[in-house]
């Protein structure tokens, strides 16, 4: 992974997409995303597949998600970097009818260097991230030396929960 340049900081990013031409969406967003000024792309994950989830637990009858985790440099402040993942969400066709619903494409702020915020725009590092083993895996993946800023190395993270992803590759079945 390279390192950061001056002004930059770390910023972890996990996509997710389960309409649609799934790994389209996301592969088109690391692009938009590494197109943006003020953010460079550091390392992406390989993509894995998981059931959807919902307010009420996981829907099986939902389609399957894609997930990814973007490492990035950036000289964006966390809201900035905020708006420009919201805008390219968007671009997407993304709809934010229901609280965890079916999306073309979803991209959360994982974490931005060390800050701790929560305002009503963004809480960091996201709150429901170490429980997640589709954002951990997949940042482990792009990540060996991976830490959630005050909670943890990623990898103990990971063992400490079920791993329900599985590998995903062009074509394959689900």
Not at 157 to 172: C, F, K, N, V
Request: proline share 6%; hydrophobic share 40%; net charge negative.
């Amino acid at each position: 992974m390279s390192a950061l340049r001056a002004g930059e900081s770390k910023a972890v990013l996990a996509l997710g997409s389960n309409l649609g031409d799934r790994a389209r969406e996301i592969d088109t967003a690391v692009s938009e995303l590494s197109g943006t000024d003020g953010i460079r792309l550091l390392a992406f994950s390989p993509i894995v597949e998981t059931r959807a989830v919902k307010v009420h637990g996981v829907d099986e009858f939902a389609p399957h998600y894609l997930n990814a985790v973007a490492v990035v440099a950036t000289t964006l402040a966390p809201e900035q970097l905020l708006h420009q993942v919201n805008r390219i969400e968007d671009s997407h066709g993304r709809v934010r009818d229901e609280r965890w619903g079916d999306r073309t494409l979803d991209i959360d702020v994982v974490c931005h260097g060390d800050v701790v915020s929560d305002t009503p725009q963004l809480t960091l590092p996201h709150p429901r991230a170490a429980g997640r083993d589709f954002v951990l895996g997949p940042w482990l993946a792009a990540d060996p030396d991976a830490e959630l800023p005050g909670i943890g190395r990623v990898d103990e993270l990971l063992a400490g929960i079920e791993d329900t992803t599985r590998p995903w590759t062009p074509g394959g079945a689900r």
